[in-house]
């Protein structure tokens, strides 16, 4: 399903006292609204420093939904695309939750259209409705869990274990890598992340020919011809734990160049190098750095905390709704022991 991509927003080059200047003031803002910011890898390393410095979190998709309700803070500020915002305030509706941009989406959730999805989810009431949390409040709410890539194989493996049939969507490729490894019976809906699906086979396989020893890292939403070349196929949590656990000193990364930030502090003596993908002088949309992430920046973020204008609203009755597919979820990773936050040398 096509979706429509904005240009690629470059971080912004800013000076070390513009950089100064703007952090000095974010903090100062974040004391006065007692307000911590909630950062994904993928954002600039100007804001996963600054999230480390003011104690709030750099995490990736499950760890930042659960890392909301462990603060006290009044607002949490999630830097990152309007899923993790929305989920945040699905979790947490007595916190203000602020975003840097509201407009930074997904291109999974843009692919799946919650009326769209309801009727397919009508047109096969035999199946459990498992949804990625990549997507919208609304097609959350239509879903009997939601799940993010870092506990997908768990929680589908106990699904088929009791014999359900599941309804997956959006991505599809995720969903197929989890079909591949729990064997169970998935129906997919046809969605796809924009950045990974960029990655391109055959110019990996030539990375992998120039740097034998490199060890191939790959993000689930990649597609199968990438996967197959993987080493380690995993969250971007796991795929940072990668990097420094590995022994390899090379590592070739299918996933946004935001990452590089945490596997380089984690890891600053191994060899990071970037999966091709066509090119900015080709057809690339997104060339490994997700156009929407790319919204969130030191100014977007101060200006945020400045208007207080970006807030994340959901009305009550659908955010009841979507509360239980995704406390399903919280509640499943509390009972299985999966802890996942990646810091220091974790
Ligand atoms: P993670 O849950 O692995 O952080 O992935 C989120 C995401 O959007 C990847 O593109
Ligand atoms: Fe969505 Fe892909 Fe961006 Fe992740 S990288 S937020 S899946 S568009």
Redesign the pocket.
């Known amino acids: 399903m096509p979706v429509e991509v904005p240009e690629h927003p470059h971080w912004p080059q800013l000076s070390n006292f513009e950089k100064q200047q703007l952090t000095t003031r974010i903090k100062k803002l974040l004391i006065e609204q007692d307000a911590t910011l909630v950062a ?3 954002t600039s390393p100007d804001l996963q420093i600054l999230a480390e410095e003011t104690g709030g979190c750099v995490a ?3 760890e930042m939904a659960r890392f909301g309700s462990k603060v006290q803070s009044k607002t949490l500020v999630v830097c990152g ?1 309007r899923f993790m915002g929305e989920t945040a305030k699905i979790i947490n509706p007595e916190k203000r939750v602020l975003m840097p941009d509201l407009e930074a989406t ?1 291109s999974l959730d843009l692919g799946c259209e919650a009326e769209a999805f309801s009727q397919f989810c009508n047109n096969h009431p035999d199946r459990t409705v498992v949804v990625y ?2 997507t919208s409040a609304e097609v959350k709410a239509r879903a009997d869990w939601v799940v ?3 506990i997908a194989l768990p929680i589908v493996k106990y699904l088929a274990k009791q014999g359900k049939k599941i309804l997956w969507a959006p991505d599809k490729h995720l969903g197929r890598y989890v079909q591949q490894n729990t064997g169970a019976d998935i129906l997919l809906w046809d969605g796809s ?1 924009v ?2 699906e960029e990655f391109k086979s055959a110019a990996l396989e030539r990375v992998r020919h120039i740097h034998p020893d490199a060890a191939v890292l790959v ?1 689930p ?1 990649s597609p199968q011809d990438i996967i197959d070349q993987a080493d380690v196929v995993g ?3 796991s795929l940072i734990k990668a990097v420094s656990n590995m022994d390899n000193v090379e590592f070739i990364v299918a ?2 160049r935001g990452i590089f930030h945490k596997m380089q502090e984690q890891a600053p003596n191994k060899l990071l190098i970037e999966c091709p993908t066509a090119g900015d002088g080709a057809s690339c949309q997104s060339c490994a750095h ?1 156009p929407w992430m790319g919204m969130n920046s030191l100014q977007t973020l101060a200006e945020a905390l400045e208007s207080g204008s970006n807030t994340i609203e959901i009305s009550a009755e659908l955010r009841e709704q979507a509360l239980r597919p995704v406390q399903r979820m919280l509640n499943f990773a509390e009972q299985q022991g999966i802890h996942i936050k990646n810091r220091g040398n974790a």
Request: aromatic residues 8%.
């Open positions: 994904h890898y993928y990736d998709s499950l695309v997904c949390a990549n993010t890539s870092g992340c950045v990974h993000h939403e969250s971007t949590t996933t946004d997700c």
